[in-house]
Protein backbone atom coordinates (compact mmCIF):
# COMPACT_ATOMS: atom_id res chain seq x y z
CA UNK A 1 0.00 0.00 0.00
CA UNK A 2 1.46 3.44 -1.35
CA UNK A 3 2.65 5.68 1.93
CA UNK A 4 1.88 8.66 0.11
CA UNK A 5 -1.03 11.40 1.04
CA UNK A 6 -4.43 10.63 -0.26
CA UNK A 7 -6.40 14.08 -0.78
CA UNK A 8 -10.16 13.45 -1.01
CA UNK A 9 -11.78 16.22 -2.55
CA UNK A 10 -13.78 17.74 -5.39
CA UNK A 11 -12.63 20.34 -7.89
CA UNK A 12 -15.88 22.27 -7.58
CA UNK A 13 -14.91 22.53 -3.35
CA UNK A 14 -14.34 26.28 -2.22
CA UNK A 15 -12.27 24.66 0.46
CA UNK A 16 -11.10 21.71 -1.02
CA UNK A 17 -9.08 23.82 -3.60
CA UNK A 18 -7.95 25.91 -0.74
CA UNK A 19 -5.75 23.08 0.55
CA UNK A 20 -4.99 21.62 -2.33
CA UNK A 21 -3.14 24.85 -3.94
CA UNK A 22 -1.55 24.24 -0.12
CA UNK A 23 -0.42 21.25 -1.14
CA UNK A 24 0.92 22.48 -4.78
CA UNK A 25 2.37 25.88 -3.35
CA UNK A 26 4.54 23.69 -0.79
CA UNK A 27 5.40 20.20 -3.64
CA UNK A 28 3.61 18.18 -1.27
CA UNK A 29 3.84 14.63 -3.03
CA UNK A 30 0.11 13.73 -2.59
CA UNK A 31 -2.68 11.17 -4.68
CA UNK A 32 -5.41 13.05 -6.17
CA UNK A 33 -9.00 11.01 -5.38
CA UNK A 34 -12.27 13.04 -6.67
CA UNK A 35 -15.02 12.16 -4.28
CA UNK A 36 -18.57 12.91 -6.51
CA UNK A 37 -19.99 14.91 -4.84
CA UNK A 38 -22.75 15.36 -7.43
CA UNK A 39 -24.17 11.98 -6.20
CA UNK A 40 -24.87 10.55 -2.23
CA UNK A 41 -21.36 8.64 -1.83
CA UNK A 42 -20.34 11.11 0.76
CA UNK A 43 -23.19 10.92 2.58
CA UNK A 44 -23.11 6.95 2.99
CA UNK A 45 -22.58 6.07 6.39
CA UNK A 46 -19.63 3.64 5.54
CA UNK A 47 -18.28 6.94 3.64
CA UNK A 48 -18.85 8.67 6.81
CA UNK A 49 -17.64 5.63 9.42
CA UNK A 50 -14.45 5.93 7.42
CA UNK A 51 -13.80 9.35 6.72
CA UNK A 52 -15.30 11.81 7.88
CA UNK A 53 -18.67 12.00 9.87
CA UNK A 54 -20.11 14.88 8.44
CA UNK A 55 -19.55 13.66 5.12
CA UNK A 56 -17.87 16.44 3.74
CA UNK A 57 -14.74 16.92 1.41
CA UNK A 58 -11.60 17.94 1.60
CA UNK A 59 -10.42 15.17 3.63
CA UNK A 60 -6.45 14.30 3.74
CA UNK A 61 -5.77 10.43 4.90
CA UNK A 62 -2.62 10.17 6.11
CA UNK A 63 -1.92 6.78 7.28
CA UNK A 64 -4.75 5.60 9.83
CA UNK A 65 -5.08 9.53 10.14
CA UNK A 66 -7.85 11.70 8.33
CA UNK A 67 -7.73 15.05 8.63
CA UNK A 68 -10.84 16.68 7.48
CA UNK A 69 -11.69 20.77 7.68
CA UNK A 70 -9.77 22.51 4.81
CA UNK A 71 -7.86 24.59 7.60
CA UNK A 72 -6.80 21.69 9.97
CA UNK A 73 -5.34 20.10 6.59
CA UNK A 74 -3.24 23.47 5.86
CA UNK A 75 -1.60 23.39 9.59
CA UNK A 76 -1.36 19.83 10.00
CA UNK A 77 0.90 19.71 6.22
CA UNK A 78 2.17 23.16 7.44
CA UNK A 79 3.36 21.70 10.58
CA UNK A 80 4.44 17.65 8.99
CA UNK A 81 6.71 19.73 6.27
CA UNK A 82 7.72 22.85 7.72
CA UNK A 83 6.81 24.80 5.05
CA UNK A 84 7.40 28.74 4.87
CA UNK A 85 6.22 30.47 7.87
CA UNK A 86 4.69 32.88 5.58
CA UNK A 87 1.68 30.33 5.37
CA UNK A 88 0.81 30.54 8.98
CA UNK A 89 2.67 33.10 10.75
CA UNK A 90 6.18 32.64 12.52
CA UNK A 91 4.93 35.28 15.08
CA UNK A 92 2.68 35.68 18.49
CA UNK A 93 0.93 38.14 16.17
CA UNK A 94 1.15 36.76 12.78
CA UNK A 95 -0.01 33.33 13.67
CA UNK A 96 -3.19 35.38 16.02
CA UNK A 97 -4.14 37.26 12.97
CA UNK A 98 -4.23 34.49 10.60
CA UNK A 99 -6.08 32.35 13.11
CA UNK A 100 -8.73 35.01 13.37
CA UNK A 101 -9.18 35.34 9.65
CA UNK A 102 -9.87 31.20 9.45
CA UNK A 103 -12.36 31.55 12.15
CA UNK A 104 -14.02 34.74 10.97
CA UNK A 105 -14.19 33.41 7.11
CA UNK A 106 -15.97 30.16 7.84
CA UNK A 107 -19.32 31.41 9.28
CA UNK A 108 -19.23 34.86 7.08
CA UNK A 109 -16.84 34.57 3.87
CA UNK A 110 -17.46 30.67 3.51
CA UNK A 111 -21.60 31.14 4.06
CA UNK A 112 -21.86 33.48 1.58
CA UNK A 113 -20.77 30.65 -0.90
CA UNK A 114 -24.51 30.17 -0.83
CA UNK A 115 -25.01 33.47 -3.25
CA UNK A 116 -23.10 30.92 -5.54
CA UNK A 117 -24.16 27.65 -4.61
CA UNK A 118 -28.48 28.21 -4.63
CA UNK A 119 -27.62 30.21 -8.40
CA UNK A 120 -25.89 27.87 -10.59
CA UNK A 121 -25.73 24.75 -8.51
CA UNK A 122 -29.33 24.48 -6.45
CA UNK A 123 -31.63 24.89 -9.66
CA UNK A 124 -29.33 21.59 -10.94
CA UNK A 125 -29.76 19.67 -7.85
CA UNK A 126 -33.93 19.90 -7.20
CA UNK A 127 -34.86 21.22 -10.34
CA UNK A 128 -35.33 24.20 -12.58
CA UNK A 129 -38.99 24.98 -11.30
CA UNK A 130 -38.07 25.77 -7.66
CA UNK A 131 -37.64 29.33 -6.07
CA UNK A 132 -34.29 29.97 -4.68
CA UNK A 133 -35.21 33.79 -3.68
CA UNK A 134 -34.67 33.30 -0.08
CA UNK A 135 -31.42 30.94 0.02
CA UNK A 136 -29.78 33.56 -2.66
CA UNK A 137 -31.08 36.68 -0.30
CA UNK A 138 -29.39 34.77 2.44
CA UNK A 139 -25.99 34.37 0.56
CA UNK A 140 -25.80 37.61 -1.24
CA UNK A 141 -26.30 39.22 2.29
CA UNK A 142 -23.77 37.32 3.76
CA UNK A 143 -21.17 37.90 1.03
CA UNK A 144 -21.94 41.32 0.97
CA UNK A 145 -21.36 42.26 4.52
CA UNK A 146 -18.19 39.56 4.20
CA UNK A 147 -17.06 41.85 1.00
CA UNK A 148 -16.88 45.04 3.51
CA UNK A 149 -14.97 43.42 6.20
CA UNK A 150 -12.81 42.16 3.49
CA UNK A 151 -12.12 45.60 2.35
CA UNK A 152 -12.04 47.83 5.04
CA UNK A 153 -10.39 45.72 7.56
CA UNK A 154 -8.50 42.80 5.94
CA UNK A 155 -7.10 44.13 3.19
CA UNK A 156 -7.01 48.18 4.31
CA UNK A 157 -2.93 48.70 4.86
CA UNK A 158 -1.81 45.14 3.15
CA UNK A 159 -1.37 43.23 -0.58
CA UNK A 160 -2.49 40.04 1.54
CA UNK A 161 -5.18 39.01 3.98
CA UNK A 162 -2.76 38.82 7.38
CA UNK A 163 0.33 40.75 6.10
CA UNK A 164 2.26 41.54 2.66
CA UNK A 165 3.06 37.92 2.08
CA UNK A 166 0.59 35.12 0.95
CA UNK A 167 -0.66 33.05 3.87
CA UNK A 168 -3.36 29.80 3.92
CA UNK A 169 -5.62 33.03 4.74
CA UNK A 170 -5.15 34.03 0.94
CA UNK A 171 -6.01 30.96 -0.57
CA UNK A 172 -9.22 30.32 1.90
CA UNK A 173 -10.52 33.16 0.82
CA UNK A 174 -9.42 33.52 -2.80
CA UNK A 175 -11.45 30.27 -3.44
CA UNK A 176 -14.24 31.71 -2.20
CA UNK A 177 -13.88 34.39 -4.94
CA UNK A 178 -13.36 31.92 -7.62
CA UNK A 179 -16.78 30.39 -7.50
CA UNK A 180 -18.10 33.86 -7.57
CA UNK A 181 -15.76 35.09 -10.13
CA UNK A 182 -16.94 31.93 -12.68
CA UNK A 183 -20.16 32.44 -11.63
CA UNK A 184 -20.43 35.97 -12.61
CA UNK A 185 -21.89 36.19 -8.92
CA UNK A 186 -20.57 39.18 -8.10
CA UNK A 187 -21.83 42.00 -10.38
CA UNK A 188 -19.02 44.56 -12.10
CA UNK A 189 -20.48 47.40 -9.44
CA UNK A 190 -19.59 45.49 -6.50
CA UNK A 191 -16.28 44.94 -7.79
CA UNK A 192 -15.60 48.35 -8.13
CA UNK A 193 -17.06 49.38 -5.05
CA UNK A 194 -14.09 47.32 -3.55
CA UNK A 195 -10.87 48.15 -5.28
CA UNK A 196 -8.80 46.62 -2.53
CA UNK A 197 -10.42 43.39 -3.05
CA UNK A 198 -10.25 43.33 -7.03
CA UNK A 199 -6.59 44.43 -6.67
CA UNK A 200 -5.75 41.23 -4.26
CA UNK A 201 -8.02 38.69 -6.52
CA UNK A 202 -5.95 39.38 -9.69
CA UNK A 203 -2.57 39.02 -7.58
CA UNK A 204 -3.98 35.46 -6.10
CA UNK A 205 -5.10 34.77 -9.44
CA UNK A 206 -1.64 35.51 -11.01
CA UNK A 207 -0.38 32.48 -9.00
CA UNK A 208 0.71 29.54 -11.40
CA UNK A 209 -0.87 27.59 -8.55
CA UNK A 210 -4.38 29.24 -8.57
CA UNK A 211 -4.77 28.64 -12.37
CA UNK A 212 -3.58 25.00 -11.78
CA UNK A 213 -6.37 24.63 -9.32
CA UNK A 214 -9.01 27.19 -10.50
CA UNK A 215 -9.31 26.16 -14.46
CA UNK A 216 -11.87 23.43 -13.50
CA UNK A 217 -14.26 25.68 -11.69
CA UNK A 218 -14.03 28.34 -14.54
CA UNK A 219 -14.16 25.94 -17.70
CA UNK A 220 -17.55 23.89 -16.28
CA UNK A 221 -18.89 26.72 -14.86
CA UNK A 222 -18.92 28.79 -18.28
CA UNK A 223 -20.25 25.53 -20.05
CA UNK A 224 -22.79 25.71 -17.78
CA UNK A 225 -23.94 28.81 -18.03
CA UNK A 226 -23.73 28.62 -21.46
CA UNK A 227 -26.02 26.05 -21.60
CA UNK A 228 -22.91 23.47 -22.91
CA UNK A 229 -22.84 21.42 -20.32
CA UNK A 230 -25.56 20.40 -17.48
CA UNK A 231 -24.04 18.69 -14.37
CA UNK A 232 -26.33 15.80 -13.27
CA UNK A 233 -26.87 15.42 -9.83
CA UNK A 234 -28.36 12.17 -8.43
CA UNK A 235 -28.50 13.92 -4.85
CA UNK A 236 -31.08 16.05 -3.64
CA UNK A 237 -29.47 17.23 -0.91
CA UNK A 238 -27.62 20.40 -0.32
CA UNK A 239 -24.02 20.62 -0.88
CA UNK A 240 -22.83 23.61 1.22
CA UNK A 241 -24.62 22.87 4.63
CA UNK A 242 -25.84 25.99 6.72
CA UNK A 243 -26.73 28.56 3.66
CA UNK A 244 -30.32 26.65 3.58
CA UNK A 245 -32.88 29.52 4.22
CA UNK A 246 -35.91 26.86 4.68
CA UNK A 247 -35.90 23.17 6.18
CA UNK A 248 -36.29 20.59 3.57
CA UNK A 249 -33.29 20.58 1.61
CA UNK A 250 -30.99 18.00 3.87
CA UNK A 251 -33.02 15.59 4.42
CA UNK A 252 -30.92 13.25 6.68
CA UNK A 253 -29.18 15.75 7.89
CA UNK A 254 -30.27 17.95 10.92
CA UNK A 255 -31.69 21.06 9.89
CA UNK A 256 -33.62 23.41 12.02
CA UNK A 257 -37.03 24.74 11.46
CA UNK A 258 -40.60 25.23 12.69
CA UNK A 259 -41.24 22.18 11.43
CA UNK A 260 -38.43 19.99 12.04
CA UNK A 261 -38.91 17.71 15.03
CA UNK A 262 -35.18 17.08 15.53
CA UNK A 263 -34.79 18.32 19.12
CA UNK A 264 -37.57 16.35 19.97
CA UNK A 265 -36.46 13.48 18.86
CA UNK A 266 -32.56 13.87 20.26
CA UNK A 267 -34.39 14.83 24.01
CA UNK A 268 -37.40 12.03 23.79
N1 LIG B 1 -15.95 23.40 6.98
C1 LIG B 1 -15.56 22.53 5.90
C2 LIG B 1 -16.57 22.69 4.78
C3 LIG B 1 -16.37 21.70 3.69
C4 LIG B 1 -17.51 21.75 2.68
O1 LIG B 1 -18.34 22.69 2.68
N2 LIG B 1 -17.51 20.76 1.79
C5 LIG B 1 -18.60 20.64 0.84
C6 LIG B 1 -18.15 20.94 -0.57
S1 LIG B 1 -17.85 22.68 -0.75
C7 LIG B 1 -19.06 19.20 0.81
O2 LIG B 1 -18.31 18.28 1.02
N3 LIG B 1 -20.34 19.02 0.50
C8 LIG B 1 -20.90 17.72 0.33
C9 LIG B 1 -21.91 17.39 1.36
O3 LIG B 1 -22.09 18.16 2.31
O4 LIG B 1 -22.53 16.36 1.21
C10 LIG B 1 -14.14 22.89 5.41
O5 LIG B 1 -13.81 24.08 5.50
O6 LIG B 1 -13.40 22.02 4.97
Partial sequence: MSSKLRYLHHPASQPCRAARQFLIENDIP??????????????????????NPTGQVPIL?????????????????????????????????????INQFVQWYAYTLRLGGGAFHWTIFAPMIYGTDKD????????????????????????????YLCGNE????????????????AGNIIP?????????????????????????????????????????MKVEFSRRTAVLKGTEAHGGHNRGIPHLDENDDYIAQVEA
Fill in 30 to 51: FEDEIVDITTNINETQEFRDTY
Fill in 188 to 228: ENVWKKHPRITVWFERMSSRPASKAVSDWQYETIRKVMAGE
Fill in 61 to 97: VDGDLKVWENVAIGRYLNEKFDCPSHWFGSTLEERTR
Fill in 132 to 159: FTAERRKGYHVLYESLEVLENYWLKDSD
Fill in 166 to 181: VSYADLAAFHELVSHD
